[in-house]
């Protein structure tokens, strides 16, 4: 699992076929595209439990709407559509439950323990990561981890270009910054 | 600076890319097709008779409508979503299953049992690790050795997989490799072939 | 080799108000056999046996196993004419069963080596209207794993006997077999395992005054 498959890979008949209601080519949809979509959801809800629960919703709603799917459309990035706004749904309830918000409680940089090993340097980019405002964080996630066009990720979050580019400007700035210390610790 | 020449930036991207937290729980997928399958979509009904095989309606004399209702009832719990008893059993006991996740105490389901005379379906995972093929099927006495009918999915990591709902009992299968050779799961126990002379292997699908 | 069919075929049976029997015995599916020979005999064999009143299905997927795994026609006409002799013996074995489901466990059993007594055994355990294919199932694993079949029965009718539910009884065949994998003996798999099921089910004088008319009293 070290390389994002190319959203080339799902077999384009799939999405038709599940449309069609062949439950069988939506099984297959659901067996290439879960990995990808849980890490997406886990990296933006910050734990397994809710980013299971978002990618559930979302394939739920894939599978109810996909008569709306055009046959000449991309399946990913109306995937990550729905998936995106079922990630931003939850974290609102969890937000206004109280219950659990993202990555838990966030120490400063300065108290952090020193990352001198993989395990730390993940621990410090989750740390990170859930320090930018969720807008940042999914522009992110979805350029650089999910290697997403821009015109792509427009579709997905209903941004425009411009305002995109700059979630993901600032998204890199705070990382780089915070970040270059652990790699040159290293 | 470049965002592709950015080596931090890089180096965020390929470590949370390789994420190891992300595997999926094959239980979890399971669940997600049960909830996907337990409303009808709103194109009809025909919609329910998919490609997965169904248990047959023994012992049914009723009208047309009764048996279509308990038909969609075991459609509905048949797969399962939230009784624990129902989790998906692994055909290979070593394939790991991460989070190791137990599922949510939800309403209690009738079994389908109660309604059909037989148990219902077991979401059951179906596990080879062959990065080398270029298209793996799972044949058994379940789909009646066709190759056609239950692909295997391949995972980034050259693992493929499927998850099929299954009745309870003793299956005998095999996989199909690339249209045209039957290997055994090399991860369960030999089923023996006295008839064609090319061993399976065999699961015992129970709900746990 | 259960009591599977196509979903297509389901609808079809439910929209035509099918009746029990019906339900049990759908037309088996076109059979993809490329030389026509084999498939003639084959098709005549099924035809037979549906006259009989077996279940056709496992039968069309003894086929078609012999087809997937690239086997002459006469060896496939051979594993058809015999599956249809065990579906047959094994019918008159579990009397009163009827289900498709049972009778096929029971002619998988045979071919494992189950002895026709063993067969006669379960379906008595148990009440005529409770399904024996798990222990049927379980038996048949045992038995192929090397276990003598007279122990197998024992443990698994004590079972039947004490209450145990379908999935306690596959339980203990999905751990024998792990067992046997982890190089553990058979027998000693077997008995060990038996133990531990065993354990979790009510003492023999709860499980006789709450068991269901018709269960044998435990020995």
Known sequence: ?186 | MSDGQDVVIRRVAETLRSAPEAVPDPRAVARLLSAAWETPRPTGIRRWFGAWRMPALSGLGASAVAAAALLMGFVVRGAVRERPSQEPAMATGEFPVPGGGTPSAGVPVVPAAAVTGEAALVPTQFVLDRPDAHAVALVGDFNDWQGGETPLTRLESGVWTATVPLPPGRHVYAFLVDGTLVVADPRAPKSGDADYGREGSVVMVFAR | MRQLRSATTIAALVLASATAAAAQQPRPVALSIADARTRQAVEREIARAEARGLPTQPLVAKAMEGVTKQASGERIQAAVASLAKRLEQARVLLAPSTSAAEIASGADALAAGVPGAALKQIRAAWPADRSVVMPLDVMTELVARGIPAKHALEQITALMSRGATPAQIASLGSSVNADVAAGLAPDAALEVRARGVMSLLPSPAAAASSAPAGVRPPR
């Open chain 1, 1 to 186: 699992m070290s390389e994002t498959p190319p959203g080339s890979s799902i077999d384009p008949t799939l999405p038709l076929r599940a449309k069609a209601g062949d439950r069988q080519a939506f099984a297959q949809l659901v067996d290439v595209m879960y990995p990808r979509s849980l890490r997406f959801a886990l990296h933006m809800v910050g734990n397994r439990e809710d980013a299971e629960e978002a990618v559930q919703d979302a394939f739920v709603r894939v599978w109810h709407n996909l008569h709306r799917f055009r046959d000449d459309a991309r399946f990913e990035p109306w995937l990550f559509r729905i998936l995106a706004n079922r990630c931003r749904s939850l974290m609102e309830k969890r937000r206004r439950h109280q219950a659990v918000v993202q990555y838990g409680d966030v120490p400063e940089r300065g108290s952090a323990p020193r990352a001198s090993d993989d395990r730390d340097w993940t621990e410090e980019i989750h740390r990170v990561l859930a320090t930018l405002p969720a807008e940042q964080r999914e522009a992110f996630l979805l350029r650089h981890v999910e290697d997403m066009a821009y015109e792509d990720i427009a579709a997905i979050t209903g941004v425009g270009l411009s305002a995109l580019r700059m979630r993901v400007k600032r998204a890199c700035d705070v990382l780089r910054a915070r970040l270059s210390e652990v790699i040159r610790d290293e």
